[in-house]
């Protein structure tokens, strides 16, 4: 779980802060509870980071309290998405979960991320990796026998961008 951190003072340092000191981050730092000062950052980016947190309120607070006045981070969460980071995959976020952690930035913009065409795509890609043959054979059973249409319905899935089925979401707040 990396996050990294940006100061453009004068050119761009980044810092990166995890929890975990074998990923030989900058520092070391649980955005829980981070002793990182208050209004250092100008840029927060935590990507795919928010669903391994066990209090997520307190790091979207964190991730606030980091930021200058008018600064602005870019946070990714899954949604429609396998486990991963297995036993420290918590949650799942919707576009009003996402809104909720986040209600105190002056601004929020969130999208999904990606069509539910390419999420279908993508989760058929992800079944090859699941530990239940079960699953990944009736999850690749499922596109293979609907695979005529998915073709047909190509244009139109590949575009269409949708909350409701896609791997997530991606919010860019301001401070």
């Known amino acids: 779980m990396d996050v990294i951190l940006a100061n453009v003072k004068t050119g761009v340092e980044v810092v990166s802060s995890d929890v975990d000191p074998a990923r030989k981050p900058d520092v070391v730092d649980d955005l829980t509870a981070t002793k990182l000062p ?3 950052f100008d840029f927060v980016i935590c990507a795919e ?3 391994h947190v066990i209090n997520p309120y307190a790091a979207a607070e964190n991730i606030r309290h980091v930021l200058k006045e008018g600064g602005m981070a870019f946070v990714s969460a899954p949604f429609f998405f396998p ?5 420290y995959d918590f949650f799942r976020y919707t576009e009003f979960g996402l809104r909720k952690l986040f209600q105190h930035c002056s601004s929020i913009n969130i999208r999904a ?3 539910w065409g390419r999420t279908a795509m993508h989760l058929l890609v992800r079944s090859l990796w699941f530990k239940d043959k079960r699953i990944d ?4 059973l499922l596109f293979v026998w609907n695979l005529p249409i998915l073709l047909i319905l190509r244009p139109i899935l590949g575009r269409t ?4 089925f896609t791997t997530g979401f991606i919010c860019v707040l301001t401070k």
């Open 38 to 40: 208050a209004k250092s």
């Open 49 to 51: 980071v928010i669903e």
């Open 83 to 87: 486990l991963h980071d297995e036993p």
């Open 113 to 115: 991320r990606a069509s």
């Open 137 to 140: 054979l009736a999850v690749q």
């Open 161 to 164: 961008k949708t909350p409701y």
